[in-house]
DNA sequence: GACCAGATTGTCT
DNA sequence: GACAATCTGGTCA
């Protein structure tokens, strides 16, 4: 079953630590790719710091004013791509970064795309994942309640680790990313 | 293993 | 003009 829209109209926390276990699947003219979503980090509105979206909207973080459901794209350090859904109520600016995903269709696609063999190096990043799963700035704004991006939802009962996030230099203490415990797939 | 430099460009100040 | 929700490949141990 895809996600509906409901899942992701409650708050960035929430929405990060259910998507734990759910599988990320694209549907592109190179084929079908399917990760298990293993680590996600949640990135709120006012009094996050690190957010896109902290000091209100602009044009490179608009989609995350969006609705709930969409997919929240973004270019960074001039070559790489990060992927998000949108969350919360419609125009807080919350989403999650999806930051690492376990492989488990076309995973000779994906190795194709980023360029190594190592399963274990291919989806274990956000801009690793974003790579090996075709995605790119294009799809910004996408609906993730149909292709060419969606997310299934999970009945795998998972335990969650919750920490502080990664990469980032301003609110850095805020205990916002959650991972999988134990699974070989989490990045770093 | 740990640590460091370099890549490369959109975005905001 | 500075910096970025990163990754890779190098050095040194």
């Known amino acids: 079953m895809v996600l509906p829209r409901s899942f992701y109209s409650r708050k960035a926390e929430t929405v990060a630590k259910e998507l734990l276990g759910c599988f990320l699947v694209t549907n592109l003219p190179e084929g079908i790719t399917v990760g298990k979503i293993v ?3 949640a990135y709120l509105s006012a009094g996050d710091l690190s957010s ?4 209100g909207r602009t044009p ?3 989609v995350m004013f969006d609705s709930p459901g969409r997919a929240y794209v973004y270019f960074t350090y001039g070559m790489y791509y990060c992927f998000n859904t949108v969350t919360g ?3 807080k600016g919350e989403g999650v970064l999806i930051r690492s995903l ?3 269709e076309g995973i000779e696609l994906m190795k194709k795309r980023r360029g190594v063999e190592d399963i274990e190096n291919l989806c274990s990043g956000p801009a690793k994942l974003t790579q090996a799963m075709g995605i790119d700035i294009k799809l910004n704004g ?3 309640t149909r292709g060419p991006i969606i997310i299934q939802e999970s009945d795998q009962k998972v335990e969650i ?12 203490d805020l205990p ?3 991972f999988i415990k134990d699974n070989p797939f989490v990045s770093r």
């Open 60 to 62: 490179r973080n608009a």
């Open 176 to 178: 916002l990313r959650f």
């Open 39 to 41: 680590e996600t980090e």
């Open 161 to 172: 680790i919750t920490s502080t996030r990664i990469g980032i230099t301003k609110s850095i």
């Open 52 to 55: 896109h979206s902290y000091k």
């Open 89 to 91: 109520p419609k125009g």
């Open 142 to 144: 996408a609906e993730l």
């Open 102 to 104: 376990e492989p488990l």
